[in-house]
């Protein structure tokens, strides 16, 4: 599986835009995007995932590259409740492991 | 429904002790994982179980023995567990194990004495 690259951490503050950035360099054409976070003391849970367009749905927005090589989770508000590590996944098409990389630590300020 | 539940919440054993953690989902779903995930560190695929037979072994030591009696249950036995062996235990699940989304319980804490 393809790696990612993620910062370690980052800091917003509430009502806020949040813009989380990704790297994969080393993306085939086949694997397709996913994010997922980890709230404190939960397990992970599915953020939004793409293949190549922009997506949006009702918790995030992803947006890739053109060249497919990055990719930015966008928080349109940040609330404290989005504070959480989230992870960034690279999938192929068969896909049944999820192979978690470091993640950004999110933390959200008041 | 879209919740994955996982008992104990917490457990505290020797390392003489034999104990299982449980896990079960409602959703249909036919693929079911176990993760480990040490303290400050992202989760680490174990097992993967479709249609109820194990198709992924994460070369895990043998002290860890999952079982899945039914395509709604999915147990991990745990014998002779070394403290390192101390992390929270996930358990997922997912339509059919492909690329589809897998639903996570908030796991169970174990540690090791």
């Known amino acids: 599986d393809a790696k990612t690259t993620q910062p370690n951490s980052m800091e917003s503050n509430e009502e806020e835009p949040v813009h989380l950035p990704c790297n994969h360099s080393?993306?085939?054409?086949?694997?397709?995007i996913h994010w997922y976070r980890q709230l404190p003391s939960q397990g992970p849970e599915y953020v939004i995932h793409?293949?190549?367009s922009n997506v949006n749905n009702r918790m995030a927005s992803l947006a890739i590259a053109e060249d497919r090589k990055s990719s930015t989770l966008i928080l349109h508000r940040a609330t404290l409740r989005d504070a959480a590590v989230y992870y960034c996944?690279?999938?192929?098409?068969?896909?049944?492991?999820?192979?978690f990389g470091q993640g950004t630590e999110l933390s959200v300020k008041p | 429904d879209t919740e994955v539940t996982q008992t104990p919440k917490h457990l505290v054993m020797g390392m003489t002790n034999k104990k299982s953690l449980k896990c079960e989902q409602h959703?249909?779903?036919?693929?079911m994982y176990w993760y480990k995930q040490k303290a400050k560190k992202p989760p680490e695929l174990m097992f993967v179980?479709?249609?109820?037979?194990?198709?992924i072994n994460e070369s895990v030591p043998s002290r860890f023995s999952p079982e899945c009696p039914n395509s709604s249950l999915l147990n991990l036995h745990l014998h002779a567990l070394q403290p390192e062996d101390s992390a929270l235990y996930l358990c997922?699940?997912?339509?059919?194990?492909?690329?589809?989304?897998?639903?996570f319980g908030p796991g169970t804490r174990l540690l090791v004495l």
């Open positions: 996944i690279l999938r192929d098409w068969a896909g049944g492991k999820l192979i």
């Open positions: 080393t993306i085939s054409g086949t694997d397709y």
């Open positions: 997922a699940s997912s339509h059919s194990g492909g690329r589809e989304t897998q639903y």
């Open positions: 179980y479709s249609y109820e037979k194990l198709s």
């Open positions: 959703m249909g779903h036919r693929a």
């Open positions: 793409g293949l190549t």
